[in-house]
């Protein structure tokens, strides 16, 4: 009889334990964000039936593994591991869904091992300074944003090869970058992608297949950069910024490039050319800037461009020999600067075919130029005209039709002979 009580004592005690864990494990989501900061949270986290955060998850703190997080199957959240001492991301080779990933200042981090996401809409992998591998993203075939940002030890991208599209990408800041060649597969970035300052990065070619860019295209700061040959199948792009590589010669690599709405090329010390842009024949919407380049010396390249928007500034390219690319350009629908361009520039021929120019005119500082002829066929001005300090400049004869027909703001000073607008209609515009 003792033995029979015993039993039933061990049976309940059993039916009991097994209620419990039917209540506990009803429902195995965890509704509302959740922030874990200490490796005894971690751990004890197993203890629960949690498959699913409806909500954020972060992962923050003295952290050095996530073996307790191994129930977790989905985030339907953000899932963001910040400032921990990880070395490698084991303990969630379940979850195969995160609504986005951010990976940011995990200074012993390696490589992702354990990160098996196949889907989510946004990863962002920043600041992680030791951080030599992300191979771990290889199941991940479709993402909205990207970003690769600051991690000063990764070499390349490789574990990106499944993504066809995005919507975002951001490769920047990454100083021991070598390639990009593990993005060859991506043909559309739906809105912008920018490619700044990894100082070790020499070439572009895993943007091979990309064929069209729905906002803009920032090449900017990358040192090491001599030629943009990745970007050949490039077609289509809504605005265009090559800024600042130091070792770039040329723009051949966008030779099939014909339509754009903003073209900025400024302070690439070596260029020389910009002749890979002459396929280009939409009108440019908004600006054409050609800005602080050096070594450039001519415009050829922009032949094909029919008319600018708002503005068209070629400032301080200081030896730039003639503007003649800019020959088909018919109106300007802003403000025209020539201004900064001291060794070389000795005319304005390329503007010749402008008629029309929206608001202001400004010819500035250009030191051997010596006539304004090839700004005689504009006829409608807006508001401003300042001719300033082209200390060589005596022949402004090329403004008259202007200022026949204009009745704004004139500045005429510091130049080589400085007639008043009434002289240069009484035929007294040279010397």
Do not use: W
Not at 304 to 313: A, M, T
Request: net charge negative; with cysteine; glycine share 8%.
């Amino acid at each position: 009889m003792k033995n029979y009580n015993v039993l039933v004592l061990l049976l309940f005690l059993i039916i009991s334990c097994n209620n419990d864990n039917d209540e506990i494990c009803d429902d195995n989501s965890y509704n509302g964000s959740l922030e874990l900061t200490t490796q005894q949270e971690i751990d004890e986290f197993i203890n629960n039936c949690y498959q699913t955060i409806n909500g954020d998850l972060v992962i923050r703190g003295e952290i050095t593994n996530l073996n307790g997080l191994q129930n977790i199957t989905s985030v339907n959240g953000l899932l963001e591991i910040v400032n921990t001492s990880l070395v490698n991301l084991e303990g969630l080779q379940n979850m195969n869904f995160a609504n986005g990933i951010s990976i940011v200042d995990n200074n012993n981090l390696m490589n992702l091992k354990g990160l098996e996401v196949s889907t989510t809409a946004f990863i962002s992998i920043i600041g992680n300074s030791n951080l030599t591998s992300i191979d771990d993203l290889r199941n991940i075939s479709s993402v909205g944003s990207l970003t690769i940002e600051g991690n000063d030890s990764l070499i390349d991208l490789n574990g990106l090869e499944a993504i066809t599209s995005v919507d975002d990408l951001n490769v920047s800041y990454n100083n021991s970058l070598e390639n990009i060649s593990s993005l060859q597969n991506i043909i559309s970035v739906e809105n912008s992608l920018f490619i700044r300052e990894n100082n070790s990065l020499s070439n572009i070619d895993g943007l091979s297949s990309v064929t069209s860019i729905g906002s803009t295209l920032r090449i900017d700061s990358n040192n090491s950069l001599i030629n943009l040959n990745g970007l050949e199948s490039l077609n289509l792009v809504g605005s265009l910024l090559i800024l600042d590589n130091n070792s770039l010669m040329d723009l051949n690599g966008l030779n099939n490039l014909t339509s754009t709405s903003h073209i900025m090329i400024s302070a690439n010390l070596n260029l020389v050319s910009i002749e890979g842009l002459q396929n280009v024949t939409s009108p440019i919407i908004d600006d054409l800037l050609i800005l602080n380049n050096e070594s450039l010396l001519n415009l050829n390249g922009l032949n094909n461009i029919p008319s600018v928007g708002r503005n068209l500034d070629i400032k301080f390219n200081i030896n730039l020999t003639n503007i003649d690319g800019l020959q088909s350009i018919t109106s300007v629908g802003n403000s025209l600067e020539v201004n900064g361009n001291y060794n070389n520039l000795i005319n304005l021929d390329g503007l010749q075919n402008i008629t029309s120019v929206g608001r202001d005119l400004i010819i500035e500082r250009n030191e051997v130029l010596t006539n304004l002829d090839g700004l005689q066929n504009i006829i409608s001005l807006g508001s401003y005209m300042k001719i300033d300090s082209n200390i060589v400049l005596t022949n402004l004869c090329g403004i008259e039709s202007i200022i026949n027909n204009f009745s704004g703001q004139i500045d005429i000073q510091n130049n080589g002979f400085n007639p008043s607008p009434q002289e240069i209609i009484d035929g007294n515009c040279s010397q």
